[in-house]
């Protein structure tokens, strides 16, 4: 089973700062990064497909797509692929947040 990883600033002092990660930002920042796509919808296909809604921001890792989900407040993303661990510390930084793993 692979690890589930949550980009969050649950954990900071509160500072005046936003305590959640909007989706209105998320989508602003993805929207930035040029191997990140947004959809509503994500589908695993395999010997069944199963289709899951949200909010997803879909990145391409090479041949792999790999989804970040906003999700009240946060940011989830599984650790599956090691590729997702630099790319998850550099989102986490630039939305100046941590990562916790679940």
Sequence with gaps: ????????RALQVNNHAEQTITLDECKQYFSSKPDF???AVFTMKGSTSMS???DFFMWSCGVAMIPFRHYQGDIY???ANEAVIPMMVEVASDLKAEIVEE
Excluded: A, C, L, W
């Design 1 to 8: 089973m692979s690890k589930r990883y949550r980009i969050t």
């Design 37 to 39: 796509s947004y959809t």
């Design 52 to 54: 899951i809604e949200g």
């Design 77 to 79: 993303v599984s650790g």
